[in-house]
């Protein structure tokens, strides 16, 4: 087995601290990361916290790494020792069920394994993630990283990115489209960045006046705060398509009815309580679809990388100490990051090596 060591939970009470696991040895197909940078996500905070119920402990948090690679497999053909690479959401997946064949490993019919807290196909153990030294991951979940980008930058590309990029791919946000953000955070951040990127006339909405400036830094054309009627009015029945990204439960009646015929609503944010019901009337009577998005599948992730490398996209981030992990999840919870926290290893290494 592979030595091990990062930060980690014990209990939904304990604060993260230093673990030491074992990971299994790269096989023919594996490809072992030293990690060197990993993004900070929600979904770490409420996993780390069991706020959704199914964590196993102990849980090793973290699935936005970026990493040079220390050893392949011998059937291994797109990696080599040295090579930058990423590792998202998904480790492992069944690859023969409709979804995976199709690429949408983020669908499969039989569950696909999380980078953490997710049950390993090969030893029947847990998953552990990217808040740690390295990683062993199957070749086709391994994605490449472009010397284009800032690898620290491009960590939460590997789900705040995609999250964000898969919906408006799949509902061909482009030139000529009007769009809608909502919420300015980690995935927000990124929606607006991509959005504009793929030439769509782009809308923040935001319950906090004093984001206007920065959202239009960010990509936004028009930036509308939510909590003002008069302007939510002035854009009734104009929209294509919205992206929302809020992970606090609201009512989705304020922006469906900002749809045109015809338009969708996609939502990305995952509360911990479920959103009021909608209206059906504000469904039926223009067509619209309300909708949910899950992160991407691997071939939509690497075709996110190489979008966001030609155009020179990363997260606004603040980089810390693996130290600070603790009020780093306490910062997130007041929303006092702009816009993503990413872990610089370099700290892991140097306190396991005097530990």
Avoid at 11 to 40: K, N
Avoid at 219 to 227: F, L
Avoid at 317 to 340: G, T
Wanted: aromatic share 6%.
């Amino acid at each position: 087995m592979l030595r091990s060591f990062g930060y980690g939970a014990t209990s939904a009470t304990s604060p993260l601290a230093m673990l030491r696991f074992e990971r299994r040895e790269p096989g023919p197909q594996d490809v072992q990361i030293e990690i060197l940078y990993c993004g900070v996500c929600h979904s770490d905070l409420h996993t780390a916290r069991n706020e959704w119920g199914n964590t196993l402990y102990p849980v090793v948090p973290g699935h936005e790494i970026i990493g040079r690679v220390t050893k392949v497999g011998s059937e291994v053909t797109r990696f080599k020792e040295g090579d930058m690479a990423g590792v998202g959401c998904i480790v492992d997946s069944c690859q023969h069920c409709s979804a995976c064949a199709e690429g949408l490993e983020q669908y499969c019919e039989n569950g696909f394994v999380g980078t953490y807290n997710g049950e390993e196909m090969h030893t029947g153990g847990m998953t552990y993630g990217g808040y740690a030294n390295n990683i062993v991951v199957k070749e086709h979940f391994v994605l490449k990283v472009s010397d284009k980008l800032d690898p620290a930058a491009a960590a939460p590309l590997l789900c705040a990115g995609i999250t964000t990029y898969s919906p408006l791919r799949h509902w061909q946000v482009g030139k000529g489209k009007k769009v809608g953000i909502v919420g300015l955070g980690g995935l927000g951040h990124m929606g607006l960045k991509l959005a504009h990127a793929m030439g769509a006339h782009v809308v923040l909405f935001t319950t906090s006046p004093d984001k206007r400036e920065d959202a239009r830094r960010l990509g936004a054309d028009e930036v509308v705060v939510s909590k003002n009627a008069q302007e939510m009015a002035a854009h009734e029945n104009s929209f294509d398509f919205i992206l929302d990204t809020v992970a606090a439960a609201h009512s989705l009646d304020a922006y469906l009815v900002l749809l045109k015929r015809e338009g969708t609503l996609t939502l990305v944010g995952a509360p911990e309580h479920p959103h009021p019901s909608p209206q059906v009337f504000n469904l039926i009577m223009k067509r619209r679809s309300l909708a949910g998005s899950l992160i991407g599948g691997i071939r939509e992730t690497q075709e996110m990388l190489d979008f966001c490398a030609e155009r020179g996209i990363v997260s606004d981030i603040e980089l810390i100490p693996i130290q600070k992990i603790n009020e780093a999840y306490e910062r997130m919870l007041k929303s006092d990051v702009k816009y993503r926290f990413v872990i610089d290893m370099a700290s892991l290494n140097n306190e396991a090596k005097a530990a």
